[in-house]
């Protein structure tokens, strides 16, 4: 079946500790974002990718890096320099270009809990 | 800026009833609008997109509405179910890196 995955589902994090969390798609979708979702709130946008290579930088960045190696693949990484990581992180994926209309595919959500 | 606006405060009705959900905009002009609805602790899912040029799109249960001069998106619900209670969230799409709104909670009591 094809769609988009996230693991782990649930993660404890020590304060100081980088964790990473990962995203795989098998839609052959070219785009791929990340979000983060904090409780009675919207998603906000952390990074985004449209090409193997390349991504840029979403609405709150700061303290999240990020990497596209393979198409499939966007992990996303919560460094120790992110003040308050304890959220809901959601990855996404979608097509582009000619009569695409872009919408979202999203994986089920990573929760990451600071201790 | 560029911002979505969704009714923040939760939308209660009985089943059976029409649930209406609206989603405003500001400093965008988009080519179409998506919605998605979001159980709790799930991904959002796709539901429905409306184009600029289309007044109204019909899906089973589910309409919405797309005014470009009001800059609003409708969406409503027929004959809600306890089921249909979630959130609800809009998104504009062409051009524009997909953002969201907070999105509107509905619960429908039986």
């Known amino acids: 079946d094809g769609g988009i995955t996230q693991s782990p589902k649930y993660l404890f994090r020590k304060e100081g500790q980088n964790v990473t969390l990962s995203c795989e798609q098998n839609l052959n979708h070219d785009a791929m974002y990340w979000y983060r979702q904090d409780p009675g709130q919207g998603l906000r946008l952390i990074y985004y990718s449209q090409i193997v290579n390349d991504f840029q930088k979403g609405d709150i960045a700061e303290g999240y890096s990020v990497s596209r190696e393979k198409k499939e693949s966007f992990p996303l990484t919560v460094t120790s320099a992110q003040k308050n990581p304890t959220a809901f992180y959601l990855c996404?994926?979608?097509?582009?270009?000619?009569?695409?209309?872009?919408?979202?595919?999203f994986g089920e959500g990573s929760r990451l809990t600071v201790l | 800026s560029q911002k979505i606006e969704q009714n923040s405060e939760a939308l209660n009705i009985q089943e059976g009833k029409t649930a209406t959900l609206t989603c405003n905009y500001t400093?965008?002009?988009?080519?179409?609008l998506q919605w998605y609805r979001q159980d709790p602790g799930r991904g959002p899912v796709f539901l429905l997109l409306i184009r600029e040029n289309e007044k109204e799109k019909r899906k089973e249960r589910l309409k919405v509405t797309f005014d470009t001069t009001l800059k609003q998106s409708l969406f409503h619900i027929t004959a809600s179910q306890p089921a249909d209670s979630a959130t609800y969230l809009c998104?504009?799409?062409?051009?524009?890196?997909?953002?969201f709104g907070r999105g509107t909670s509905l619960i429908v009591h039986p």
């Open positions: 996404a994926s979608s097509m582009m270009g000619g009569s695409s209309t872009g919408e979202l595919f």
């Open positions: 400093n965008y002009s988009p080519a179409y």
């Open positions: 998104a504009p799409g062409g051009s524009y890196i997909p953002t």
